[in-house]
């Protein structure tokens, strides 16, 4: 199993930045993807942005050259930096891990909230 811990959300004006971060615990080795959702009021959670253990990326389109994903690997940690931020970034943001095998484990999330 994986545990999965996010901090780094709060307010931010808009055109602001926050980089968020993501602690693994447990069978991190077998984590082949960390990735980051989001979930608005009255909406379904959506990608945001993930990362292999090879370092490949992919970015939900509404937050390209916005927001960069990367990993320490000796710190068990992923981070999204965001910057530009738009009030439409607002949102519950979560931290994923998908193992070898597809388990996936979530994290509690935290909120991110970008004033106009």
Sequence with gaps: QVQVVESGGGLVQAGGSLRLSCLASGSIFSINRMGWYRQAPGKQRAL???????????????????????????????????????????????????LNNEDSYWGRGTQVTVSS
């Design 48 to 98: 945001v942005a993930t990362i292999t253990r090879g370092g490949s990326t992919n970015y939900a389109d509404s937050v390209k050259g916005r927001c960069t994903i990367s990993r320490d690997n000796a710190k068990n940690t992923v981070y999204l930096q965001m910057n530009s931020l738009k009030p439409e970034d607002t949102a519950v943001y979560y931290c994923n891990a998908v």
